[in-house]
């Protein structure tokens, strides 16, 4: 299902066009960027004091962190063409490993047959193999949910140790209430055919997705920054909600925001979340419009960040933690990408704890939160407790759309009136409703300018 009927024309005529882009973060700059290419006249319209979104590089002291594991993968050449020449010499290729840290040992990832022979007892493998073996035989119907779906392609034992526990911490839902869509592609050759492969002649056949990217040298949040900077500041709207979109239920034609009025509206971007939108029509879409959106749920992050007195933390760009112990997903090392991000001497890691609104984590206060953290750090014996020397938080609101079970058929009726607005697009994951990667809201970005363009 493609939001707003999207690549379809919606201009029928050409004349010069005007870009009304709702949100100043990785989506809406990424349009923005494209349609500077062009020359189309723009103006971005964002909330907060400072371009970014969820894509910031926060400077702390003589650290800098960014607000996310960000990386930018290699997956459109035009689009990493386009990044070269935006970064120019800033722009790095990083070659760095991720782990999974569990039961005190640090395994691959994405797993691979050999490390795991490795890390797990000989019996547990042998259920490995035998669940494979047996679902190898097997004929199953299509799975319902994420927990059917991770049995099925990798067995009860595996998906067990690697994915239940955290796919519940991720998304705050047990994993029979969760699409089969936010499963990757970062288990596969986990199949017998590919064990034997990889134990018998010893070859790999798991490209890391993880260990090679594109990072900027003083941070991803530089890419936003160059792009204002390229854009215009002048042409972004900073502290400047938008509040209302007047529409005649065909075209956005007005558009309220902060205390000014825009009259003459051309084309419309929206890379806020959807429940933002909806809420932001006037009139109102119908009861059953809003009734969907409201049923929808968002996942939040909260980053402890740690300041650590020792030149590195660990070799690894990012270490997941699967076990339910753990309250955090995942840690990340800015150091890792880029020397830069933090004295020689010195590293600082950031520690990523997912919540919803008025669960335990979202409630708990940062000192409770911080030292729960670091003791469970220190206990797993990753951490002296004399390493650390700082810390502070940062909060991510939106961070992962929650596609819960039957969401894409909530979904459709929404974009389906959405759709009846021939001139507005919606792009980035909130506004999308879908876990998408940098790169690819670059590209529809690119898709949409050449598209009105």
């Known amino acids: 299902m493609e939001p707003l009927g999207f690549l379809r024309k919606k201009m029928s005529d050409k004349k010069k066009t005007r870009l009304h882009i709702l949100g ?12 500077q290419r062009k020359k189309i006249d723009l103006e971005i319209y964002e909330a907060s004091n400072k371009i970014g979104g969820n894509c910031k590089t926060i400077i702390h002291e003589e650290y800098r962190f960014d607000t996310g594991a960000h990386r930018f993968h290699d997956k459109h050449d035009e689009i990493t063409l386009e990044l070269k020449d935006l970064m120019g010499d800033e722009l790095l290729k990083v070659s760095v490993p991720s782990k999974i840290f569990r039961a005190g040992n640090m395994i691959n990832f994405p797993l691979n047959s050999l490390n795991l022979l490795k890390n797990l007892k000989f019996s547990t493998l042998l259920n490995v193999i035998y ?17 059917d779906l991770a049995q099925i392609r990798y067995g009860r034992t595996l998906s067990n140790l690697f994915l239940m526990n955290y796919t519940k911490k991720l998304w705050g839902k047990d994993p029979t209430k969760l699409e089969t869509s936010i499963s990757g592609d970062r288990l596969k050759n986990l199949d017998l055919v590919s064990f034997l492969k990889e134990t018998i002649f010893k070859t790999s056949l798991n490209k890391h997705l993880d260990g090679s990217f594109y990072y900027p040298r003083y941070g991803f949040g530089t890419i936003f920054e160059n792009i204002e900077e390229y854009i215009g500041s002048e042409k972004i709207k900073l502290q400047t909600p938008v509040k209302m979109l007047k529409h005649d239920g065909s075209k956005i034609k007005e558009i309220i ?25 006037n009139p109102a879409p119908p009861r059953k ?19 650590l007195d020792m030149p590195y933390f660990s070799e690894n760009a990012s270490i997941y933690f699967p076990e339910k112990k753990f309250p955090f997903t995942r840690i990340y090392e800015p150091k890792n990408r880029s020397k830069v991000m933090a004295p020689l001497d010195k590293t600082c890691i950031v520690i990523e704890i997912p919540y919803s609104n008025d669960d335990e984590i979202h409630l708990m206060s940062e000192i409770k939160l911080f030292n729960e953290i670091s003791s469970m750090l220190i206990d797993s014996r990753l951490l002296k407790n004399n390493n650390i020397i700082g810390h502070t938080f940062f909060n991510i609101d939106y961070a992962y759309p929650v596609m819960e079970v039957g969401t894409k058929n909530k979904l459709i009726p929404v974009f389906n009136y ?8 919606n792009i980035g994951r909130g506004a999308e409703f879908k876990y998408i990667h940098t790169h690819d809201i670059f590209k529809k970005a690119s898709l949409i300018i050449d598209e009105i363009s």
């Open 24 to 35: 100043g973060g990785p989506a809406g700059l990424a349009v923005g960027y494209f349609a």
């Open 131 to 147: 669940e494979n073996i047996l679902n190898s035989c097997r004929s199953f119907e299509s799975p319902n949910n994420f927990k």
């Open 257 to 281: 925001n902060g205390e000014e009025k825009v009259l003459d509206v051309d084309t419309v971007i929206n890379s806020l979340p959807l429940n933002i939108l909806i809420n932001i029509l």
């Open 289 to 307: 419009i809003i009734e969907a959106i409201d049923s929808l749920n968002y996942r939040n992050l909260r980053l402890c960040i740690l300041f």
């Open 418 to 425: 959405l759709n009846k607005f021939k001139n507005l697009y």
